[in-house]
T-cell receptor
Framework: GENVEQHPSTLSVQEGDSAVIKCTYS??????FPWYKQELGKGPQLIIDIRSNVGEKKDQRIAVTLNKTAKHFSLHITETQPEDSAVYFC????????????FGKGTHLIIQP | NAGVTQTPKFQVLKTGQSMTLQCAQDMNHEYMSWYRQDPGMGLRLIHYSVGAGITDQGEVPNGYNVSRSTTEDFPLRLLSAAPSQTSVYFCASSTDQSGGELFFGEGSRLTVL
């Protein structure tokens, strides 16, 4: 089955700086890569996703890049703000959607004032 | 718009007791699933359902039972609770198993003594 590795487990950045979280996956058949944000005491929420026919996708301050050859994808957050502090999960799926999603172990992002 | 509702939010059980975690969604989603979240382990799929009357096992199904008699409800049953089942449980739903965003509930924290 699919295996998703996520790094780092904890990331601390100064407010206003950029943050990058990286994930690798093992199954070359995976074609859907979402990122979820989990705030304290809440359930995860989708923030951005990318499919295997696209190399990069942006939404305001967040972007995701995908390298199919190397089987890795990354989340980039620019101009970080206090409300970006949360746990972020990457995931991969062969089915293209919710079914069969395998999640990474999560990254705790801390924004230092 | 309630989305995905989980009850109870907190529960303490003794080893060997049984209980049911309730999950209801009001978005008419066909796909529903249960995850458990443990420190450093990310989100692991327990069971899922692609529609009323259809359920299947995920990555960590042992010790859990599910049923799907209606589109709205997807309860998770612990038949004989064990300390290893101490965790935070999340129910999620999606409009489509292929290409659909997962909508999570706020979680149920279970402690088994």
């Amino acid at each position: 089955g699919e295996n998703v590795e996520q790094h780092p487990s904890t990331l601390s950045v100064q407010e206003g700086d950029s943050a990058v979280i990286k994930c690798t996956y093992s199954d070359s058949a995976s074609n859907y890569f979402p990122w979820y944000k989990q705030e304290l005491g809440k359930g995860p929420q989708l923030i951005i996703d990318i499919r295997s026919n696209v190399g990069e996708k942006k939404d305001q301050r967040i972007a995701v890049t995908l390298n199919k050859t190397a089987k890795h994808f990354s989340l980039h957050i620019t101009e970080t703000q206090p409300e970006d502090s949360a746990v972020y999960f990457c995931a991969a799926s062969e089915g293209g959607g919710a079914d069969g999603l395998t999640f990474g172990k999560g990254t705790h992002l801390i924004i230092q004032p | 718009n309630a989305g995905v509702t989980q009850t109870p939010k907190f529960q303490v059980l003794k080893t060997g007791q049984s209980m049911t975690l309730q999950c209801a969604q009001d978005m008419n989603h066909e796909y529903m699933s249960w995850y458990r979240q443990d420190p450093g382990m990310g989100l692991r799929l327990i069971h899922y359902s692609v529609g009323a009357g259809i359920t299947d096992q995920g990555e960590v199904p042992n010790g859990y039972n599910v049923s799907r008699s209606t589109t709205e409800d997807f309860p998770l049953r612990l038949l004989s609770a064990a300390p290893s089942q101490t965790s935070v449980y999340f129910c999620a739903s999606s409009t489509d198993q292929s290409g659909g965003e997962l909508f999570f509930g706020e979680g149920s924290r279970l402690t088994v003594l």
